[in-house]
C-alpha cells in the first residue's frame, strides 16, 4: 500500500512540473485621474496635486495632458443639477502640458495653485479632463471636478 500511495505521489509530482507555470499576458495601458471626480477643497485652499496614474502590465510610457474642459462643467451641472459656475482663471495657475508616465513611478502630477481672495460669493468649479495619444482612458476615471463654495 506504501508504494502505490508513493507511486502515486511521484506521478503527480512528475505531472505538475511538466506544466507551464501562468504567464500573465500583456494587459492593455490605462491612465485614469486618482482622484476623478467631484473633489471639494476649502476656500482656504492654496493649491492641489492633481495626480494621473498609469495601470496595464506593459512596458508603455504613455503621454498624458489634463486639460480645463468646459464641456465637464456643462455635463455637471446639467446631470446633477447644480449650478457651479466657471472659475476665472486669474483665480488659479495651472500647466496644461503633455507628461510622460515613466515605469518607475507610473505617476505624473500637475501641480495647480490658487488665489481665491478675489472671488465673489458662489460655487465655483475647475472642470478637468484627462487626454492622451498613445493610451486609453479610463472612461470613468477621466473628469476631475475641483470645486469650492465660497460663502
Known sequence: MKKII????????????????FVYEDIETVVYFLN???VSLKPSAKSYEIVVVKGGN??????VAVVIDERVLEDY??????IYNLMPESAYDFCSGTLTINNETKIVSYPLTMDLTNL?????MIPLKL???TA????????????????
Not at 58 to 63: A, G, M, V
Not at 77 to 82: P, V
Request: net charge neutral.
Open 77 to 82: 451641472n446639467s446631470d446633477n443639477g447644480t
Open 36 to 38: 476623478s471626480g467631484k
Open 6 to 21: 508513493l507511486l502515486f505521489c511521484l506521478t503527480v509530482l512528475c505531472a505538475s512540473c511538466t506544466k507551464k507555470a
Open 136 to 151: 486609453k482612458v479610463n472612461e470613468n476615471k477621466d473628469r476631475l471636478m475641483l470645486v469650492i463654495e465660497i460663502k
Open 120 to 124: 465673489t460669493t458662489g460655487s465655483w
Open 58 to 63: 506593459t512596458e508603455e510610457e504613455p503621454q
Open 131 to 133: 487626454t492622451s495619444s
